[in-house]
């Protein structure tokens, strides 16, 4: 009874079109009142505790990393390079977007900042040169969600936080998975790409790519520094925002000289928006997060799939299938804050490693960004190129099935996370 109060309390506000986090704020006061808990002072205070958090400080660090680096020519660098590096080959400037996503994933960690900075810079470069434009959307949008898997990623951060699990080791774990979700791009592009008769790029001559590798050093020192940083303990992945931001903020000022100062007020304000929808989201499901604790939902739902208890794959595809299926309908931070409190009882009294699942849960995730009607990736993609969003669903979903056969490979084969992690750590 309690979990259909919740859930049903959450859908019905969300089809009044209330935001989610007003949503998650209501779900937990029907709670409250079927608890008979209701107090607007522990409502109050479990708002504010939500957000009173260190590692979230990572959120705001790496947000701001992402729009100094966009802004301040890293970026553009960053593309530069890969240009120079594959964009002569048979679908040269595809293979550029994955190069370039993945370098950028280890930069900012957004996925909408990553897919708005590629698809500015690429996709009328894709459509000048002859490729379909929807497709080329779709692979744009697909290769943008890497960065909540290669780290540092601010979705590893939110679900470290609500799932009590070292965010270290989900950033270390992520790096692997990321590269391959990479692979399968590239794969499914270089299958794509031959059907279309499209003249690539001419070959950067060997002192181009020098100049290229020469100019995007600055930012390809940065994901080395946060890696080796936190694989030696240097800095906590708080302490490596900050180190990111501050880095960013120096090479975009001082090295690149195209950040002016001027500018820094409406890069601030940016960053700023968009960690105050995350933290009052984070801050809202802390609510429901601690009633769902009180109300003892984690054992019922235990409860009803203890028949999967004994066989963690099966556990695993069942849960992945019903994130996939909540994933066309909400957006990657409230879905974390939501399933997390709920799912990781079950993952536990499975025997299924923490650090396991938080990756497979946050690829699931990232995977939601790209699918219809909600897609946010998708939504990015469709403004900045002037693409309908049925073109960028079209374009998207071969890229998309790739994707997802990574992940359930992953789920198969577990050795894929767990031993590059075991590297990693030394």
């Known amino acids: 009874m309690t979990v259909f109060l919740f859930i049903g309390s959450l859908l019905a506000v969300m089809a009044l079109g209330t935001p989610i986090a007003y949503a998650l704020l209501a779900s937990g006061v029907a709670l409250m009142w079927q608890q008979d808990l209701f107090d607007a002072q522990i409502l109050a205070q479990n708002v504010i505790n939500g957000a009173d958090s260190f590692p979230l400080l990572a959120v705001p660090f790496f947000m701001l990393a992402g729009e100094i680096m966009n802004v301040g020519g890293l970026s553009r660098r960053i593309v530069n390079l890969a240009l120079a590096l594959v964009g002569h080959r048979r679908g040269g400037l595809g293979f550029v977007v994955i190069v ?8 900012s960690g957004s996925a909408v900042a990553d897919t708005a900075a590629l698809a500015s810079l690429l996709l009328p470069m894709m459509a000048r040169a002859g490729h379909d434009k929807a497709r080329a959307g779709g692979l744009i949008a697909a290769a943008g969600i890497i960065a909540p898997v290669i780290p540092p990623s601010i979705g590893f951060v939110v679900f470290g936080v609500a799932a009590n699990v070292s965010i270290g080791k989900l950033f270390l774990a992520g790096i692997v998975p990321g590269l391959l979700m990479a692979l399968a791009l590239a794969l499914t592009w270089g299958l794509l790409s ?50 990111a931001a501050v880095y960013a903020l120096f090479v975009s000022t001082v090295v690149y000289r195209e950040l002016r100062w001027h500018q ?9 928006r968009t960690t105050a929808v995350i933290m009052f989201l984070v801050a809202a499901a802390m609510v429901s997060a601690w009633l769902i604790t009180v109300a003892d939902v984690p054992s019922q739902v235990v409860s009803l799939l203890e028949p999967l208890l004994g066989h ?3 556990l695993l595809l069942a849960i992945m299938a019903l994130v996939m299926v909540v994933g066309t309908a909400m957006d990657m931070t409230p879905t974390i804050l939501i399933m997390t409190p709920v ?37 990015v993609v469709a403004g900045v190129g002037r693409l309908r969003m049925d073109e960028v669903s079209r374009g998207v979903w071969p890229f998309m099935a790739a994707q997802t056969a990574v992940m359930f490979l992953l789920v198969f084969f577990p050795q894929l996370v767990m031993v590059p992690l075991r590297w990693f750590q030394g």
């Open 100 to 107: 370039a996503a993945c370098l950028m994933a280890a930069l």
């Open 194 to 243: 031959r059907r279309e008769a499209v003249t690539p790029p001419p070959r950067a001559t060997a002192a181009e790519r020098w100049t290229a590798l020469r100019e995007s050093t600055w930012a390809l020192v940065l994901p080395i520094i946060v890696v080796v940083g936190l694989k030696m303990g240097v800095f906590t992945p708080t302490e490596a925002a900050v180190v």
């Open 343 to 379: 799912l990781m009882p079950l993952v536990k009294a499975a025997g299924i490693d923490p650090v396991y699942f938080g990756v497979l849960f946050i690829m699931n995730n990232a995977i939601g960004l790209i699918t219809p009607p909600v897609g946010t990736v998708l939504n």
């Open 312 to 314: 963690p794959t099966l």
């Open 264 to 272: 820094l007020t409406e890069v601030f304000v940016s960053a700023s």
